[in-house]
């Protein structure tokens, strides 16, 4: 049995609705492997099928570029949820939500989570519809649960890479929070936006982990991040080129509260940041990353100089202080 939902017949009548001759597969790096198996589902319409090989890290990362060079009709989109309010070419989510039982992993959790009482629930778009069975184990648990519905996203308790609205909008009221799904990524996301312990719970791997120490070690890196951002004399602000990741507005508006703090500063527009892109430009000593925050914060080793967050780049200028940052979290501006 598939682990996910591919949702066959849906984008089969939605390619012949469309009438859609040139089709864009877009793929998240765990679902590339069904590529030629979804190739062969559009092939069945008449359309031509067109795999995206490039990395997908979420609905901020809408192929519409490739899709406009190559003269597609429409996009499907794999694994993440509509975000953008306007697409340049129609495109199809598919949300691939996963067929696992999250049950046992679950109960593997309970042990963990037994020194607190109030606990908020979150989850990425492949398990929303787990909650209230998740729900249902925590209260028969004597756990009060919480499940955020006052974020931007399009579920209650969703949580995506660099929103974590949902989880913010309850962390108050909680002492912890459990998170379903599989990796450390999201779960390292819910403990930094909230500053609250993180709980695991993978349904692929059927373990349970806690990601606080590592989120503690994230944040010693970021103050010594700002730290040597307010040495620098000179500064590069990068423009996200991705559609999701465009923030033109912010990034001149850190140029400007820069250069009023005397700094040097310029903007480099850019698709995808790397050390390789950043090492050429040596004349550089700190950059702010206006695109997506998560580069900044999970991939910092990587890079030689400072990489700053939006937020990050405010406490350089004095307009926010490091507890102001940490209670506000590192991905909302």
Not at 28 to 54: C, H, N, Q, R
Not at 159 to 165: A, I
Not at 293 to 304: C, H
Not at 313 to 319: I, M, Q, R, T
Request: aromatic share 6%.
């Amino acid at each position: 049995m598939k682990q996910f939902d591919l949702e066959e017949e849906r984008i089969k009548q939605e390619i012949i609705k469309l009438g859609a001759k040139r089709v864009l597969i877009q793929l998240p790096e765990g679902l590339k492997p069904e590529a030629p198996y979804l190739s062969k589902i559009v092939e069945k319409t008449g359309a031509l099928p067109i795999v995206s090989a490039d990395p997908c890290y979420g609905a901020c990362d809408l192929a519409s570029a490739d899709a406009e060079a190559l003269g597609v009709d429409l996009i499907i989109h794999y694994g993440h949820s509509k975000m953008l309010k306007y697409e340049r070419v129609p495109t199809i989510y598919v949300e691939a939500r996963a067929t696992l039982n999250v049950e046992d992993v679950v109960e593997k959790a309970l042990p963990m989570l037994e020194k607190w009482r109030k606990i908020g629930l979150t989850t990425t778009v492949q398990h929303v519809q787990t909650l209230d069975i998740v729900r249902e184990m925590l209260l028969r648990a004597g756990k009060i649960v919480a499940i955020g519905d006052a974020g931007r996203l399009n579920y209650a308790g969703q949580v995506v890479g660099c929103d974590y609205s949902n989880a913010k909008s309850i962390a108050e009221g909680v002492e912890a929070f459990l998170f379903i799904g599989g990796g450390r990524f999201h779960a390292l996301g819910v403990a930094l936006a909230t500053s609250k312990p993180t709980i695991a719970a993978d349904p692929y791997e059927k373990r349970v982990f806690s990601v606080n120490e590592e989120a503690e070690k994230i944040v010693k890196q970021r103050w010594a991040s700002i730290q040597e951002g307010e040495r620098a004399k000179s500064f590069a602000v990068l423009v996200g080129l991705k559609p999701g990741q465009r923030k033109l507005e912010e990034a001149l508006m850190i140029k400007e509260k820069l250069e009023d703090k005397g700094k040097t500063t310029c903007l480099l527009a850019v698709k995808e940041i790397s050390p390789e892109i950043l090492m050429e430009f040596p004349s550089v000593d700190a950059f702010v990353n206006t695109a997506c925050p998560r580069v900044s914060i999970d991939d910092s080793s990587r890079f030689k100089k400072p990489l700053l967050t939006i937020n990050e780049a405010l406490v350089v200028v004095g307009e926010l202080s490091w507890e102001e940052l940490c209670r506000k979290g590192w991905f909302e501006n």
